[in-house]
């Protein structure tokens, strides 16, 4: 009776297979993949059309301005001093490392996006002339989001540590970091659970520029 109830309610299907129950880390990640391919090719193309432009020739004028605003833009590599900053996972064990500090929660012990995007900002406005995110670099229209534990930048997938890299006056760039709120709200975490936290000054930085598009993609609403 029971091996007919079973064929009889799987119509023909495996009714044990988990194919198509595929968790959203497993689609976001496989896209991610898909995309590092795609932007190997844009990379590529971009390659060739300037190859192309720079045949047909222009003045030098109009050479300076453009080579001037795709360094703004963030399209070219940028050398120079800087602050390199890492946020990692507290260990998945921890527990509260000072008195009076109640038990951690999963959510404590986990790097969250408004972490990544303090820092960042930080950076910024502590006068960075380039950020670059792990091995990619920011440009205006770059968002940081997090999927549960991963980060999804630029349709790619990261997991922790974090690393943070900023190109300009170290000086200010710590100022900024260790002046911002959000940051120090962090840092009692860092004290209270073991959250990774790391400052490294460098008098020398290298970041590659953006390759990928810089079209502008908005979600639009359907009637």
């Known amino acids: 009776m029971l091996f007919y109830v079973s064929a009889h309610a799987a119509n023909g299907i495996d009714l044990r297979t988990d194919n198509s129950l595929l968790q959203l880390s497993d689609v976001i990640q496989q896209r991610s993949d898909q995309n590092q391919q795609t932007q190997s090719d844009l990379t590529d193309l971009q390659q060739r059309a300037d190859q192309l432009a720079g045949h047909q020739g222009q003045s030098p004028a109009d050479a300076d301005r453009l080579a001037a605003l795709q360094q703004e833009a963030g399209l070219t590599p940028l050398q120079g001093p800087g602050l390199t900053v890492t946020l990692n996972d507290a260990p998945p064990?921890?527990?509260?490392?000072?008195?009076?500090?109640?038990?951690?929660?999963?959510?404590?012990?986990?790097?969250?996006?408004?972490?990544?995007?303090?820092?960042?900002?930080?950076?910024?406005?502590?006068?960075a002339a380039g950020i670059q995110v792990m091995d990619q670099r920011l440009i205006s229209t770059s968002a940081v989001r997090c999927?549960?534990?991963?980060?999804?930048?630029?349709?790619?997938?990261?997991?922790?540590?974090?690393?943070?890299?900023?190109?300009?006056?170290?000086?200010?760039?710590?100022?900024?970091?260790?002046?911002?709120?959000?940051?120090?709200?962090?840092?009692?975490?860092?004290t209270a659970y073991g959250l990774g936290w790391k400052v490294q000054e460098s008098t020398e930085l290298a970041m590659p520029g953006y390759t990928g598009t810089t079209d502008l993609q908005v979600a639009t609403a359907q009637p």
């Open 93 to 127: 064990n921890a527990t509260a490392r000072i008195p009076g500090v109640p038990e951690p929660g999963v959510n404590d012990l986990v790097i969250h996006q408004q972490d990544i995007q303090a820092v960042v900002n930080a950076l910024w406005r502590g006068g």
């Open 147 to 190: 999927v549960g534990n991963t980060l999804l930048l630029q349709g790619r997938v990261y997991s922790p540590p974090y690393v943070i890299r900023a190109v300009g006056r170290t000086a200010e760039l710590k100022a900024a970091v260790d002046g911002d709120p959000s940051i120090r709200n962090y840092l009692q975490y860092v």
